[in-house]
């Protein structure tokens, strides 16, 4: 049987996955997908818990989120365009101009 | 005689159009007629004033018009109380101010006329301020004559003067003539100081300004016979205001430098009418002053030793017109005279006859001056007789006239005026006989080196192009001193010689186109109407004015001769009709009228009785009184007359033998007495007195008060901001470290502690989120851990 910890274990795997992914990468390409990641390990735990708590706004959320992560997929690849333009890279220790 | 206010109002009316509008646009002739129609108006409804007043009884000759309110009611102390100060424009026309204004417009219409012709050479606007000047001048003089009290004849008084500065300077790019004006301005300023005085004394006395109130206030007072009371002090003040417009010692020194002034107003103001308002005030306030015995004596002095030292003076100077203007001092000492020695009615007649040959003087010289192009050293004259004969007809009848020759004018005023101070003092009547003599000598010296002689000016055949020349290489000299590099000239000055040497012709005809040019320069645009002017473009040699000229100078020759008729003495058969009419002007009027009757008339009879005395019947016009008295006192009065006419033939005869039959004589006698000489000739070196003292000490003492402002207020000033600089220095020095110092102590604070903070923005995002990861980590812990 499958219950929630399951779900919650799969999620927190991922986020954390997602997460180690935004740490210790350099490439911002690969920092984007694993934001996307960390986001889809949220949408599992909404998911997970609609179906527990037979409650339909749980898949609303989800749908939500995925339609914000498009929204943010969109802006964020546009500035990574951008960038790569000025830059010629994609590498996240370039980009340290807001800094003191 | 209800319209005697439009007699001045005309020529302010002329002065008004052509200031705001003739001087932009009117022609000269235009402006010249305008102001000439202006005073012939005045002059018209001067003559049917005149004629109306002398239909009226003979004491009630006056007549008092109110033109508009002035001073309204005005509570003003006075030495009794507070009074009513209250001072209406009103004219008064009586005898006195009668005669004025006949002689002021009559001898002004006639110099206006001659003006036109005179000034033609002038630039257009130039003769167009010229005559707004000249009839504001007429206005103010009339006023002056007019004004029925102090204030309004105070307003004349000033205007005259202002307009004689106006007219002193007309030709104000000339420094010369700019100084004059500003010297006989200045000099009028102290006399003036005196009569508003004399004017603030007579208020606070009386309480009025009225001249009648006055009179008849002062009648009533005692006579101060022997000290010196309110009156005499109030006389005295008058007095110096008198000196100062009149031109008396010790305020003389202006009028000879006033001649800078084109000639018709040397005629108008500085002879016939402005020099003589101080006589016609002290005749106005005759009253007074006859109440003022010691300062009558003062006056007498005053006139008689102005008269000497004015003739003595034109002894020996060389500038006609200021011979002229010295004659002029010297004649209005006569008024004086007469006035001190109680003789009104001689001062005013004489007043009335010098007008007529003083003017007709100045405008006969200053046609020489015009036809010799501008000279005015009568050494470079002579034999002008052929050339002008108009001029020298007329000017020799001045000049008769003014020396005293019957029967024409100056013989009857002058010999009433030495008759009546042979009466009062024979010290005075020896220094006037004097100066009669002197007169004499001086107006004929002038006559022959003017018109006889030998002609010793400028050549004139083709000199107009050598002359220019000749100017550009000797430099412009002086003006008034044309003769300036001709030494050869010098020499011979004053010795009739044929003829002269080309070399002296051209150099004075040098002299002559320089001083055209020097004037041209002073008045622009002169230059080119001198040549095209009047059709005398090169000078072609002296030459007879034109009629407008000429006319004024025959009209005034026929009143110098004959207006001595209106007061031919009862010695020589005549009724003395003009002393007859004066006299209602010269006593106080409607004493009996007064609640103190009877003290006014017994304070007033031994007065009169007292003149009586020292002055006999012949005073009198009646010649009822005394009978054996009289008698002695008319053989008296024709053998001073006949004296005065010898004495007067003696100064003719001499100056004729002197400067025409062996004119050596005058160069040998100006050397052997040479420290005389030099003295007459440099003027007493009165000017250079009155430099070293007057002039010279106002500059000290300006200049100590300069020092005082310079070392103490300067220095108070200066040690001010000395001081605030210092303190502010230290205020700053606060403001550096106390305050800067807080506020940078904060800013340095602020950077130091947040050194370490500002490591923390490495601007990489990994960094951020990761620190953002303990946080989040750090406050989950906390949560968990604090539950």
């Known amino acids: 049987m499958i219950t929630p910890t399951h779900y919650m274990l799969l999620s927190a795997a991922l986020f954390m996955i997602g997460v180690i992914g935004v740490m210790i990468r350099r490439n911002i390409i690969i920092i984007f997908m694993s934001i996307e990641l960390i986001l889809n390990a949220v949408n599992i735990n909404l998911i997970a818990f609609s179906a527990q708590l037979q409650d339909a706004v749980g898949q609303v959320f989800a749908i939500f989120v995925i339609a914000v992560a498009a929204a943010e997929a969109a802006v964020g690849l546009g500035i990574i365009l951008a960038f790569y333009r000025n830059k010629e890279t994609v590498n996240i220790d370039e980009m340290n101009l807001m800094r003191w | ?787």
């Open chain 2, 1 to 787: 005689m209800r319209y005697i206010w439009l007699i001045p109002l005309l020529p302010l009316a002329g002065a008004a159009i052509n200031g705001l509008i003739g001087i932009r646009s009117f022609s000269r002739r235009v402006a010249g007629a305008l102001a000439c129609a202006m005073m012939v108006g005045s002059l018209g409804l001067s003559l049917v004033a005149f004629w109306q007043l002398l239909g009226l009884p003979h004491d009630a000759r006056a007549y008092d018009v109110v033109v508009a309110p002035w001073i309204p009611n005005i509570p003003l102390a006075t030495h009794t109380g507070i009074g009513l100060l209250n001072v209406p424009w009103g004219f008064r026309l009586d005898p006195l101010s009668g005669l004025m204004i006949l002689v002021v417009t009559g001898v002004g219409t006639l110099i206006h006329v001659y003006s036109t012709a005179y000034m033609a050479d002038e630039p257009r606007g130039g003769v167009a301020r010229f005559f707004c000047y000249l009839n504001l001048f007429c206005f103010f003089m009339l006023m002056l004559v007019l004004g029925s009290n102090f204030l309004v004849m105070f307003v004349g008084w000033e205007g005259v003067g202002l307009c004689s500065y106006l007219l002193i300077g007309y030709w104000y790019e000339k420094k010369s003539a700019a100084d004059a004006g500003k010297k006989a301005f200045i000099t009028n300023r102290i006399g003036d100081w005196g009569f508003i005085l004399g004017v603030f004394l007579i208020y606070s006395t009386f309480g009025t300004f009225d001249f009648r109130q006055v009179q008849n206030a002062a009648a009533a007072m005692p006579i101060e016979t022997g000290h010196f009371g309110i009156l005499s002090a109030i006389c005295l003040l008058l007095f110096v205001g008198a000196t100062g417009k009149s031109a008396q010692i010790p305020l003389y020194v202006w009028l000879p430098d006033a001649m800078e002034g084109p000639t018709p107003v040397s005629a108008l103001i500085h002879a016939a009418t402005m020099v003589t308002a101080g006589v016609y005030m002290l005749g106005r306030n005759a009253v007074l002053f006859q109440q003022a015995p010691e300062v009558m004596t003062i006056v007498a002095i005053v006139g008689v030793l102005t008269a000497l030292m004015a003739a003595s003076i034109g002894l020996v100077q060389y500038d006609i017109k200021r011979v002229l203007a010295y004659s002029t001092v010297s004649q209005l000492g006569y008024m004086f005279t007469a006035m001190g020695v109680g003789a009104f009615s001689a001062g005013a007649f004489h007043l009335m006859t010098h007008a007529f040959f003083k003017a007709l003087l100045f405008l006969g010289s200053g046609s020489v001056i015009h036809a010799m192009a501008g000279e005015q050293d009568m050494r470079h004259m002579g034999a002008l007789k052929k050339y002008l004969p108009v001029t020298f007809a007329t000017m020799m009848i001045g000049t008769l006239a003014i020396a005293g020759i019957v029967p024409l004018s100056g013989f009857f005023s002058k010999d009433e005026i030495l008759f009546q101070a042979f009466l009062h003092n024979k010290a005075i009547w020896a220094i006037a006989v004097v100066t009669a003599f002197m007169t004499a000598f001086y107006m004929f010296r002038l006559m022959s080196m003017t018109f006889f002689g030998a002609y010793r000016g400028p050549s004139w055949e083709s000199a107009g192009h050598a002359a220019v020349s000749i100017a550009a290489l000797h430099g412009a000299p002086h003006p008034t001193d044309p003769h300036a590099h001709g030494k050869g000239h010098k020499k011979d000055h004053e010795v009739t010689h044929g003829p002269a040497e080309p070399h002296d012709e051209s150099h004075g005809a040098g002299a002559i186109a320089a001083f055209k040019t020097d004037r041209g320069a002073g008045a622009p645009g002169v230059k080119d109407d001198a040549h095209s002017g009047h059709g005398h473009g090169p000078w072609h040699g002296p030459h007879e004015s034109p009629t407008p000229m000429t006319f004024p100078l025959m009209a005034l020759a026929v009143g110098a001769i004959v207006a001595g008729f209106v007061g031919v003495p009862a010695a020589l058969g005549g009724n003395n009709a003009i002393e007859h009419f004066l006299e209602p002007s010269f006593t106080a009027q409607h004493v009996e009228a007064r609640p103190s009757t009877s003290s006014g008339r017994a304070d007033t009879e031994p007065a009169a009785a007292g003149r009586a005395d020292t002055q006999p019947p012949a005073a009198h016009p009646e010649p009822v009184e005394g009978g054996a008295e009289a008698h002695a006192s008319r053989r008296v009065e024709l053998g001073l007359m006949a004296f005065s006419v010898l004495i007067a033939v003696a100064g003719i005869a001499l100056a004729y033998r002197f400067y025409v039959t062996k004119p050596e004589i005058s160069q040998q006698l100006a050397e052997r007495w040479a420290g005389a000489h030099r003295l007459l000739l440099n003027k007493y070196y009165v000017d250079e007195l009155y430099g070293a003292t007057i002039v010279g000490g106002t500059f000290r003492s300006a200049r100590s008060l300069w020092t005082v402002d310079r070392k103490v207020v300067d220095g108070a000033v200066n040690g001010t901001g000395k001081l605030t600089v210092v303190s502010s220095w230290f205020s700053g020095l606060t403001d550096r470290t106390i305050v800067d110092g807080a506020v940078n102590f904060v800013g340095w604070m602020i950077q130091e502690s947040s050194h370490g903070f500002r490591r923390l923005q490495t601007g990489l995002v990994q960094n951020y989120a990761l620190l953002m990861l303990f946080g989040i980590f750090a406050f989950v812990s906390l949560y968990l851990i604090a539950r």
